[in-house]
């Protein structure tokens, strides 16, 4: 199963023994395919932890604000 992505860019990080044990761990009882996707998808949670999400590739910067939009008799 491919999901048609192209990754462009490599980013190499170290890890303890017990980091290594700890991203394992949790990637055999996600039933994560390998490493990288398992980073990948515990990098995507903590950036939505944090508040930060990954964009859709059809929004529009007019999707986007600061504060939600307002029900006017317009946009309802």
Known sequence: MTSGLTRGERL????????????????FGARMPSRAAAVRELLKRGLAAEGFSVADGGSKSQDFGVTPERKTAENS
């Open 12 to 27: 190499q990080i170290m890890l303890t023994e017990r980091e290594l044990e700890a991203l394992d761990t949790w990637r």
